[in-house]
């Protein structure tokens, strides 16, 4: 049982991972003029769209919580409403949150939207596909001991290093290195709003980038801490929860 | 004593680092004074004769012209070896091709073709190697600083003396006489790629064919100079004092002949300011006046008279009037200021004297001094050459030394802050070892320097007080090192790494990026924010915000959290949300820092006068008006909530009808400022009367207000009644046998209320009368009270001083503070008795607030942002820079050092009442529990009438774990601002030859020093006023015995005295004093209502 959960758990870690590479490139073949830095909301977006997909339909293959009971159609349609709106509240919340950690509040609206959409994806999606829409056990998730299975203690890990990634995704933003990633953002939108030091403005953009290059970091992390964590371990600790 | 010594070692420490910036800030900073004096015309620079054609009128001032035009080309950062001519390979050596070797082969040529129209010097400039002191340098003559200190060293313009203004007043006529480029490209060049990319080579072609161009033109009359003002490095930087970055190439040329001879192979090395004296000289003007340059001497010659021996009387006459010059310059700067060394200064004196009468010799005896001209050049040029020197040693050289002594010293100490903030969490804490080696260390030094200064070495009083901190220190360390180190390992005594040192430690970090430092008005925010999150996150993950039920997994029983939850999670949750919202808005009042280029400042900031719409001005006044309203409203809101205010002394009644009059005055001042343009013309001089009068009321009211809460800080209610109002307990009937360890818990204290009372019953018949019960009100808060307002008194004159609409960010600081000041309530845990512990993200996020609020009321470290206007506010219109002007501007700069190096008290004061607060809630949730459901909503809503019965007079029970508390508070604090003071120190010399460093590190620096000045003089002053209001509270506890005693109360007095004094003998063992009193009859009720 163990042993079996755990090859699951790695193998959705690739696919998760494998999902976000194989956006880069794809989109490439179909779409003209196609590159991270310039065309990067659309970039977002497929991203966004792809991650989503592949945690639903590792849900529904793994089906790591086997917890509901009922299954008429009904019930699974409020269900489904219920974590469409868990996302849409999330998407609103997250974004508050950055306009209250200095973004701008009209200008580039679309890009901390998208920026909230994929933080959500990043971190609401998990949640809602393990634990459904149940806020009382997310809460539960993020605080010390709330953590019964493996499954768990991988959404935990995921969800706050994709966190710790869009913190820290903040920190390039005042730097005027010029570098080509700066610049090409900072090309992006008009020269007026962002100058070589007031790169202030471009937040949000730079944001994105960052947080992507993060949102890759996290799920290496996580996969490295199971990892670590779980072979090692496999034979003591993982048995005695058991 | 604990008090005193707690306050005795704070200034240590602050003396520590005061010597340790000022130590630095002597080797970094060099600083000059600047003159005033002009040079003129008709004025020689000293006694004699003026050599030939000098006439004293324009053209030929002290010396007749030789050229009537001159071209001055300064090309920026253009490196002597960018010039230098390239020799033809020779066989042997592999050619070296650089991109910038070379390419200016037009100069080559002239060099070559005619050696005696051009030449080409080496020339030195002296650090700091900055566009802006270059350019100084080289009208002025001088060794510009970086802090030249004058009449006003923000400004724009040059007030020295100078080439353009000696030029200006001169030279009258039509046609052009004097032409100044000034290219910047080859600098920007090289900031932008490096000297090695051959964009660099294609731009000094560029410039090489301008030149072709300009000589082509030039008239037989005109000299062309080319220069550069300094070099570059490597990497295309410049502002230190590298060879590099130091030698720029200095071109002379002239359509006729100028040099006698060919030129050396070499070419020559000469100080860049020479160039001032020979130009002047040559184009017949004065020197001007703080010239320090010596002239070139070879172009002085005579060429058309081929006997040498004029040639060489020419330039003696040249150097002397230069030396005459010179010298008159060192007499009148050497009185005005005193960093130049005296006895360096005789020498020079004398050397001069000497030439200058053998140059009288010379010229009054000129057949036969071959000899005396031989010397006459070598002395002049020496004593020149000295007076260099001496200016540079003083004005032009950064201290290694010094810097990494300075630097050295504030790391020692911030590691002092650290151990001894450590060891005093411990419950093993005492106050002993303390101050012994400090006092010791401090005599020692004291009488090391009596000595040194008795011998007759004469030290900088800047070494002598390092050198007395470093002899303090050294024995502090080493007695803490012996005395604990040995007993427990070191590592035990410093903090755990978390996240808050991880976040310091990001701030640390960001004084070593100047575009951190830029943009620090938003970083500041973004580390708050941070901050707050994660400690709403770390309450949450710790368990406190939810009840327990939600986060006990049914499965695993055993891994339920053991506390109740203290905190209910919508109020945490909510306290997080509007301090976002508080910073958020804050943001709103932003200044741009001078290097961000495109940015505007927020309109907010600027005073409503300059408002042009009467509307949106009423509106706006209206707002500010609103806002100071609210302040007031909620202070008195809440002294009114911990029941301060209804106490009959004298500062509370300074609160109740003081505080509104100065908020009208303030009101009345906006009101007359705002629209002073408007006023009829007969009202003006009533209407700037007033506004002078009226910022000097609000702050005389401010000023009597402190002075009265000095005077009484107690503001307690007491009253005394016979017939005790008894607190009656209501017994909620229990009956069968106790089952669990709950219901123990539940009836015992039950039963002991029970026999309490009937005890009382019985005493009170026995005795006619009943007994004496004094009720004191709101002592429990009598701390924070004092310090709550003596902050809202010092608020309002500093309101003044900035423009109005700064008072909705005043607002928006206490609220925010409030906020803060709750939030960390939840996060502390329980304890008791023992040593109260200062978090590390409480007094970090005071810190960082502390950073917001100096930007978002409007201020930038830069000199450029300093709000001047603030001189003017109720002083009457004078011009002068006085010391009060400078104590506003001040005061206007480091308000919120000020408040919140005065606000940590609060917290000091407030964090055993922030130490009880959960506390509190934890007594009331247990009670909850047994409550019947009606009650709990009341209870909610009343968490502290329940049960708030010492709040901080469990500090008083404790007054060791007070001292102990308040010293680690104070050293916490002085730590993280310490660390701040050490990042700009480090930053500022590893990267003094960075390009920002005199624009974005230097004044970094400067800002945060002073601000680490005031703000740890305010932490003293708000320590010592919490040591009046405990002294004050101890004479009161004294005076009310008194009256018992006088009321003939026996048997309860002799307890009440007893229990008094033997508490302070022995802290830990008796029962606080309110249980004793009770026992004993008399009953003190610690913040009750009334």
């Known amino acids: 049982m163990k042993d079996t959960d755990i090859k699951k758990l790695l193998y959705t870690h690739l696919l998760c991972i494998f999902s976000i590479i194989l956006s880069i490139f794809i989109p490439s073949f179909f779409l003209e003029n196609f590159s991270i830095l310039e065309t990067h909301l659309t970039w977002l977006c497929i991203c966004s769209v792809s991650v989503t997909a592949v945690n639903l339909v590792l849900y529904l293959v793994v089906k790591p919580n086997v917890s509901s009971k009922r299954s008429s159609l009904s019930y699974k349609v409020t269900r489904f409403l219920k974590c469409c709106i868990y996302f849409l509240t999330s998407c609103f919340f997250f974004h508050v949150i950055f306009v209250l950690y200095g973004a701008p509040l009209i200008e580039l609206a679309l890009e901390t939207f998208s920026l909230a959409v994929i933080l959500s994806t990043f971190t609401t999606i998990p949640c809602l596909c393990l634990l459904g829409p149940n806020f009382k056990a997310w809460l539960r998730i993020f605080s010390r001991n709330g953590v019964t299975s493996i499954w768990e203690n991988s959404l935990q890990i995921t969800t706050i290093s994709s966190f710790v990634g869009i913190w820290l995704g903040a920190f390039p933003i005042p730097l005027d290195w010029g570098r080509p990633w700066q610049m090409a953002i900072e090309g992006k939108h008009s020269i007026s709003l962002c100058t070589r030091h007031g790169a202030w403005h471009c937040h949000t953009s730079n944001l994105i980038l960052v947080t992507i290059v993060q949102g890759m970091a996290h799920l290496l992390h996580a996969w490295s801490n199971l990892w670590l964590r779980g072979w090692p371990c496999y034979f003591t600790t993982l048995d005695i929860l058991e | ?1090």
């Open chain 2, 1 to 1090: 004593m604990q008090k005193i010594s707690v306050l005795l070692f704070l200034a240590w420490v602050s003396f520590l680092f005061y010597a340790g910036i000022a130590l630095f800030t002597s080797g970094f900073l060099l600083t000059r004074w600047e003159l005033t004096n002009h040079s003129s015309c008709q004025e020689p620079p000293g006694p004699g004769a003026l050599p030939w054609g000098g006439r004293g009128e324009p053209g030929a001032c002290w010396m007749a012209s030789r050229f009537s035009r001159l071209v001055l080309v300064v090309i920026d950062a253009l490196r002597f070896d960018f010039a230098q001519p390239q020799r033809s390979p020779v066989s042997g050596e592999p050619p070296v091709s650089l991109p910038f070797l070379g390419k200016m082969g037009f100069l080559q040529r002239l060099l070559e073709s005619q050696p005696h129209h051009a030449r080409l010097y080496q020339a030195k400039a002296d650090p700091p190697t900055t566009t802006m002191q270059r350019l100084k340098a080289l009208t002025t003559g001088s060794l510009p600083t970086f802090v030249d200190a004058g009449s006003n060293f923000a400004s724009s313009a040059i007030v020295e003396d100078n080439l353009i203004k000696q030029l200006s007043s001169t030279v009258d006529s039509d046609e052009w006489d004097v032409l100044i480029t000034h290219f910047l490209g080859v600098d920007h060049c090289g900031h932008k790629h490096d000297p090695y990319h051959p964009e660099m080579a294609k731009k000094l072609t560029q410039m090489d064919k301008m030149i072709q161009g300009l000589v082509k033109r030039l008239k037989n009359d005109t000299l062309l100079v080319v220069t550069g003002d300094h070099g570059m490095t490597i990497s295309g930087n410049h502002g230190g004092e590298s060879e590099l970055e130091t030698s720029a190439a200095l071109f002379l040329y002239s359509p006729r002949a100028l040099f006698p001879s060919a030129p050396a192979e070499e070419p020559e090395i000469i100080p860049q300011i020479s160039l001032v004296p020979t130009l002047a000289l040559l184009l017949g003007l004065p020197i001007p006046f703080g010239n320090i340059g010596e002239v070139i001497a070879e172009v002085f010659s005579e060429i058309e008279d081929s006997q040498p021996r004029f040639s060489a009387l020419a330039q003696a006459s040249a150097l002397h009037l230069n030396a005459q010059q010179v010298s008159r310059f060192l007499h009148t700067y050497s009185a005005t200021a005193q960093d130049l060394q005296v006895q360096e200064l005789h020498r020079l004196q004398k050397l001069f004297s000497k030439a200058s009468a053998d140059y009288q010799r010379l010229l009054q005896s000129p057949q036969g001094a071959e000899a005396v001209l031989q010397t006459v050049i070598p002395e002049l040029q020496q004593f020149l050459r000295g007076v260099r020197a001496m200016c540079i040693e003083s004005w032009a050289r950064f201290s290694l030394v010094r810097m990494a002594g300075g630097a050295a010293l504030l790391a020692a100490t911030c590691f002092l802050c650290l151990l001894v903030s450590q060891w005093a969490t411990s419950p093993a804490f005492y106050f002993g070892p303390l101050l012994k080696p400090t006092a010791s260390g401090l005599s020692g030094a004291m009488v090391c320097a009596g000595l040194l200064a008795s011998t007759g070495l004469k030290l900088d009083s800047m070494v002598l007080g390092a050198m007395a901190a470093v002899g303090s220190l050294l024995p502090f360390l080493w007695k803490a090192w012996a005395s604990w180190g040995s007993k427990r390992p070191l590592a035990s005594l410093l903090p755990m790494p978390g996240p808050v040192l991880l976040l310091l430690l990001i701030r640390f970090a960001g004084f070593f990026s100047d575009s951190y430092i830029i943009t620090e008005a938003r970083v500041a925010p973004f580390l708050l924010i941070s901050l707050i999150l994660l400690l709403v996150a770390r309450l949450h993950w710790e368990g406190k915000l939810l009840p327990p039920k939600l986060l006990s997994i049914p499965r695993l029983g055993f891994l339920t959290p053991a506390g109740p939850p203290q905190y209910s999670a919508m109020h945490a949750v909510g306290l997080g949300v509007g301090l976002l919202l508080c910073i958020r808005l804050a943001g709103l009042f932003y200044r741009c820092h001078e290097e961000t280029p495109v940015c505007s400042s927020s309109p907010l900031l600027s005073p409503l006068r300059s408002t042009v719409d009467g509307r949106t001005k009423n509106l706006w006044y209206g707002a500010c008006v609103g806002a100071l309203v609210a302040l007031l409203a909620s202070v008195r809101l809440w002294l009114h909530c911990y029941g301060n205010l209804k106490s009959p002394e004298p500062p509370v009644l300074f609160v109740r009808w003081g505080l509104p009059l100065m908020g009208l005055g303030t009101a009345a001042y906006w009101a007359l400022a705002s629209g002073a343009d408007e006023a009829p013309p007969r009202l003006r001089a009533l209407v700037s009367g007033a506004s002078v009068m009226l910022p000097r009321a609000v702050a005389g009211l401010a000023a009597s207000g402190l002075m009265l809460l000095l005077w009484r800080p107690v503001t307690v209610l007491v009253k005394a009644t016979t017939g005790a109002p008894r607190t009656r307990t209501v017994l909620t009937p229990f009956s069968g046998p106790p089952t669990s360890q709950a219901d123990l818990d539940y009836v015992v204290p039950q039963i002991y209320r029970h026999i309490q009372e009937e005890f009382r019953g019985r005493l009170e018949r026995t005795k006619s009368q009943g007994l004496l019960t004094v009720a004191a009100y709101q002592l429990g808060s009598v701390y924070s009270a004092a310090v709550v307002m003596a902050l809202t008194l010092l608020a309002f004159p500093l309101l003044l001083l900035h423009a109005e609409r700064i008072s909705l960010v005043f607002l928006l600081l206490f609220l925010q503070s409030f906020l803060l000041l709750h939030l960390l309530a939840a996060g502390i845990p329980i304890t008791t008795p023992g040593p109260f512990t200062v978090p590390w993200h409480a007094v970090f996020a005071w810190a960082l607030m502390a950073t917001q609020t100096f930007y978002t009321t409007g201020h930038q470290p830069v000199f450029s942002a300093i709000q001047w206007h603030a001189a003017f506010v109720g002083v009457s219109e004078s011009r002068d820079f006085t010391w009060l002007s400078a104590f506003l501007v001040g005061a206007n700069t480091f308000a919120s050092h000020i408040l919140f190096a005065a606000l940590p008290f609060s917290e000091a004061v407030g964090c055993p009442l922030l130490l009880l607060w959960p506390f509190l809630c934890e007594n009331q949730g247990s009670q909850k529990r047994r409550q019947p459901p009606g009650n709990e909503a009341e209870a909610r809503v009343r968490p502290e009438e329940e049960q708030e019965p010492r709040m901080e007079m469990r500090l008083r029970d404790a007054p060791h774990h007070f001292s102990a508390a308040l010293l680690q508070l104070g050293l916490k604090y002085l730590f993280v601002l310490g660390i701040q003071i050490l990042a700009c120190v480090l930053a500022a010399s590893i990267l003094r030859r960075h390009l920002l460093v005199w624009k974005v590190f230097a004044p970094k620096f400067i800002f945060e020093a002073m601000g680490f000045i005031v703000s740890s003089v305010g932490l003293c002053l708000g320590i010592a006023l919490v040591m009046r209001v405990d002294g004050a509270v101890s004479s009161w506890f004294r005076q009310l015995v008194l009256t018992q005693q006088k009321a003939g109360e026996q048997s309860s007095l002799v307890c009440t005295g007893a229990g008094l004094s033997a508490r302070k003998a022995q802290p830990h063992l008796l029962p606080p004093c309110s249980q004793d009193l009770l026992a004993s009859g008399t009953s003190l009720f610690y913040n009750s209502r009334s």
